[in-house]
């Protein structure tokens, strides 16, 4: 690693024919004069190796600086090596004197501080331009100066971005494009997006804000500035990084060679290092040490770390040391987020090292700076799909913690696949879905990414390893997408359905509608594969509940209806439709209201219709759909994990045959999955000979009727 520290201070070989460029010798232009944009031996401004004359005042220090800020041109966006070159060292120089007083900012004109703005990113020191960049803002304001308001904001959103305060960063982000397009300046309106887009990215919220501005400005491409263009490449990019990851990849690469065309380092050096985690359209080595030469010679200290840290990376650095290495830039450069970015990296490790001992898991999230780290992330929202996968593994393993849940109830603006599917599979979770249907999320797809495969393949490892002892089997087989030409009907339904529980989660009832519609298009097939017959219930419950809240009653007792009687042919529960359906009956039709659970003296009550004269008549029971609903059954249930057991109680109503049907049922599975383990097979020798005297005494009782439905009631709120 091309460590600061490691950096020698002679530029120039003893002879003066070489120059060293951070890994090699180069030949120096000749007379041993260095090159217009290297720095003299003087200026190796590298992790310390600057020797501060401290007899120097600070008003010449500061008038150095001044002097040096001058050759920055105004004329560019980014960041441009001025020609002929600069001097880091009296730049760094002054940054430290203006480090223990900030009021030297305020001797600076508008155009020095704008200079200062542009010179001081390379080096770090965020909260010296956001003071910057305050000034600047409190000038544009009091002289209506709307070009140089908009620059303010979008120095202002660089260096909020830096210490962490993202919200503020996209408001100032913001703030700059809607100024800047007043005062007519496309120069920052196109950098404001991309430090918008950039932050909204990072925090999951909507980056679809300028795509139709963004697109506009493309296709006249001919007539905008070439600058202006590497911006809205690099806006692009982010735009289609959720819904078109290979073409937001190729955005990405012509950003990138734009920005190095056009010579603004710092979008070269933020591209760059975007592309080398790219799965198609990436950056190579050679390139990347090429890049990190230049920030060297030019003494660029935090984009020359960070392009180092970059080589590192696709060398194989551990993942253990990319966290401590982001740690120590972070602090080194005084860059809040870069040190956050490292801080979770270690987390996620240490949670994951932890996820087979789930007391040590509680005890590291009981930890009061992890526990206040994760609250930070959560408040942000800057909350990657590898954080997501982590807590979920969590929740899988059966880690019960506020912050699993919150972690995972997040409502996120823009999210990529990979996010979709771990929300997806929370969503189940929470809602108890039978393995079968989780097991439908696993498989992949011919046009899955490699990021959206690895995530199946992990969560599908971990959780096939937690059900395996119950006896659940996978019934699916797992497709190679490279051998692989099209999609079958279980694959095409199963993703749709994905898409169906993201669309419900955000409560999008319209958009829920049209999905279930098209799955529903495949109602043949599902009604003929036994494996997928519960995606056909689920669907129809979905379309009652979206009917519902559409306020379309009719249709929704419709396919309330229906999806009961696939639901029960599949095994799955039929609760939340029938409560649903109870409820429109009541509060739509005439019908008395639903009394609230602690004012029901007879709870059987729920359970029958009122007849014209006033009589009651029993609802038929919803299992065989032929005899009425009588009574109720309590099946015990225990399910053996080898080291755990489960084991609880199954409830149903219905008629007597089938709560017969129900306790031998639940009796048959007790005795195929619950002697795994010494404390399942004692409970299940107590449990089965309960069950089966229990067939015994099942008969018409609207007692043991209202008891069960009561239980029911209870435990499904």
């Given amino acids: 690693?091309?460590?600061?520290?490691?950096?020698?201070?002679?530029?120039?070989?003893?002879?003066?024919?070489?120059?060293?460029?951070?890994?090699?010798?180069?030949?120096?232009?000749?007379?041993?004069?260095?090159?217009?944009?290297?720095?003299?031996?003087?200026?190796?401004?590298?992790?310390?190796?600057?020797?501060?004359?401290?007899?120097?005042?600070?008003?010449?220090?500061?008038?150095?600086?001044?002097?040096?800020?001058?050759?920055?041109?105004?004329?560019?966006?980014?960041?441009?090596?001025?020609?002929?070159?600069?001097?880091?060292?009296?730049?760094?120089?002054?940054?430290?004197?203006?480090?223990?007083?900030?009021?030297?900012?305020?001797?600076?004109?508008?155009?020095?501080?704008?200079?200062?703005?542009?010179?001081?990113?390379?080096?770090?020191?965020?909260?010296?331009?956001?003071?910057?960049?305050?000034?600047?803002?409190?000038?544009?304001?009091?002289?209506?100066?709307?070009?140089?308001?908009?620059?303010?904001?979008?120095?202002?959103?660089?260096?909020?971005?830096?210490?962490?305060?993202?919200?503020?960063?996209?408001?100032?982000?913001?703030?700059?494009?809607?100024?800047?397009?007043?005062?007519?300046?496309?120069?920052?309106?196109?950098?404001?997006?991309?430090?918008?887009?950039?932050?909204?990215?990072?925090?999951?919220?909507?980056?679809?804000?300028?795509?139709?501005?963004?697109?506009?400005?493309?296709?006249?491409?001919?007539?905008?500035?070439?600058?202006?263009?590497?911006?809205?490449?690099?806006?692009?990019?982010?735009?289609?990084?959720?819904?078109?990851?290979?073409?937001?990849?190729?955005?990405?690469?012509?950003?990138?060679?734009?920005?190095?065309?056009?010579?603004?380092?710092?979008?070269?050096?933020?591209?760059?290092?975007?592309?080398?985690?790219?799965?198609?359209?990436?950056?190579?080595?050679?390139?990347?040490?090429?890049?990190?030469?230049?920030?060297?010679?030019?003494?660029?200290?935090?984009f020359a770390n960070l392009t180092s840290f970059t080589i590192d990376l696709l060398d194989g650095l551990p993942h253990m040391a990319i966290g401590k290495k982001f740690i120590e830039i972070g602090e080194t450069y005084q860059i809040p987020i870069i040190k956050v970015i490292g801080e979770t990296v270690i987390h996620l490790l240490n949670l994951s090292d932890k996820i087979s001992q789930l007391d040590d898991v509680m005890n590291y999230l009981e930890k009061k700076n992890v526990s206040e780290f994760f609250e930070k992330l959560i408040h942000s929202k800057m909350v990657s799909s590898d954080t997501l996968m982590v807590f979920l593994m969590l929740k899988i393993s059966g880690v019960k913690h506020e912050l699993v849940n919150r972690m995972l109830e997040l409502n996120l603006e823009s999210i990529n696949e990979e996010s979709k599917l771990i929300f997806s599979i929370n969503h189940l979770i929470d809602n108890r879905a039978p393995p079968s249907q989780i097991q439908h999320m696993f498989i992949i797809g011919k046009n899955d990414s490699k990021g959206l495969m690895d995530v199946k393949h992990s969560l599908h490892k971990l959780y096939a390893a937690i059900i395996i002892a119950s006896g659940d089997s996978f019934s699916y087989t797992e497709i190679d997408p490279n051998n692989y030409l099209?999609?079958?009907?279980?694959?095409?339904?199963?993703?749709?359905?994905?898409?169906?529980?993201?669309?419900?989660?955000?409560?999008?009832?319209?958009?829920?509608?049209?999905?279930?519609?098209?799955?529903?298009?495949?109602?043949?097939?599902?009604?003929?594969?036994?494996?997928?017959?519960?995606?056909?219930?689920?669907?129809?419950?979905?379309?009652?509940?979206?009917?519902?809240?559409l306020e379309r009653f009719e249709e929704s007792m419709k396919s309330l209806d229906e999806s009961m009687f696939w639901n029960e042919k599949s095994g799955e529960d039929t609760s939340v439709a029938q409560e649903l359906i109870d409820h429109i009956s009541n509060t739509h039709y005439n019908r008395a209201p639903l009394p609230p659970l602690e004012q029901i003296d007879n709870f059987a009550n729920l359970n029958t219709t009122q007849t014209s004269n006033g009589q009651s008549e029993n609802v038929l029971c919803l299992h065989c759909y032929k005899r009425p609903k009588t009574t109720g059954a309590t099946a015990y249930t225990v399910r053996g994990y080898l080291i755990m057991v489960e084991h609880g109680k199954s409830w149903a109503v219905g008629c007597p045959t089938c709560m017969r049907l129900h306790l031998l049922k639940e009796t048959f599975w007790n005795f195929l999955f619950g002697w795994w383990g010494i404390k399942a097979f004692i409970m299940n020798c107590i449990t089965i000979p309960i069950n089966l005297i229990s067939i015994i005494f099942v008969k018409n009782d609207p007692e043991k009727l209202q008891q069960v439905a009561l239980e029911i009631r209870i435990n499904s709120d």
């Avoid at 001797?107 to 010296?128: K, M, R, V």
């Fill in 486 to 549: 099209e999609l079958d009907s279980s694959q095409k339904i199963n993703n749709q359905a994905m898409e169906l529980s993201s669309v419900v989660n955000n409560e999008q009832w319209g958009q829920a509608l049209h999905l279930a519609d098209r799955i529903l298009l495949e109602k043949n097939h599902l009604m003929s594969d036994r494996t997928d017959m519960w995606i056909l219930g689920s669907t129809l419950q979905v379309l009652g509940i979206s009917y519902f809240n």
């Fill in 1 to 302: 690693m091309h460590l600061m520290t490691n950096w020698v201070r002679d530029m120039l070989s003893p002879d003066g024919k070489f120059i060293w460029s951070g890994t090699e010798w180069i030949p120096a232009p000749p007379n041993g004069s260095s090159p217009p944009s290297i720095m003299n031996l003087t200026d190796s401004v590298i992790g310390g190796d600057v020797t501060i004359n401290q007899s120097i005042g600070s008003e010449e220090i500061i008038g150095q600086m001044k002097n040096e800020l001058e050759r920055f041109s105004q004329s560019h966006s980014g960041f441009h090596i001025p020609e002929g070159g600069f001097s880091g060292a009296i730049l760094l120089q002054g940054i430290k004197k203006i480090e223990t007083d900030r009021s030297i900012l305020q001797t600076f004109s508008n155009l020095q501080l704008i200079d200062f703005c542009i010179a001081l990113e390379p080096f770090g020191y965020s909260q010296i331009l956001v003071d910057a960049a305050t000034i600047i803002i409190e000038k544009g304001k009091k002289s209506d100066d709307l070009e140089l308001t908009a620059q303010g904001h979008l120095y202002k959103a660089k260096s909020l971005e830096d210490i962490f305060s993202l919200a503020e960063s996209i408001f100032h982000a913001d703030e700059s494009v809607r100024i800047s397009k007043l005062s007519d300046n496309l120069l920052t309106e196109t950098e404001g997006m991309w430090a918008s887009l950039r932050v909204r990215e990072m925090t999951n919220k909507d980056i679809r804000l300028y795509d139709e501005r963004i697109d506009q400005l493309l296709e006249r491409s001919k007539e905008i500035d070439y600058a202006c263009y590497c911006y809205l490449l690099a806006s692009k990019a982010i735009y289609l990084s959720t819904e078109n990851l290979s073409m937001s990849e190729e955005f990405e690469i012509a950003a990138y060679n734009c920005a190095k065309n056009d010579g603004d380092l710092r979008l070269e050096v933020y591209t760059a290092l975007e592309l080398a985690n790219n799965e198609i359209h990436t950056i190579s080595k050679e390139e990347l040490v090429q890049l990190n030469e230049k920030c060297v010679i030019n003494s660029l200290t935090m």
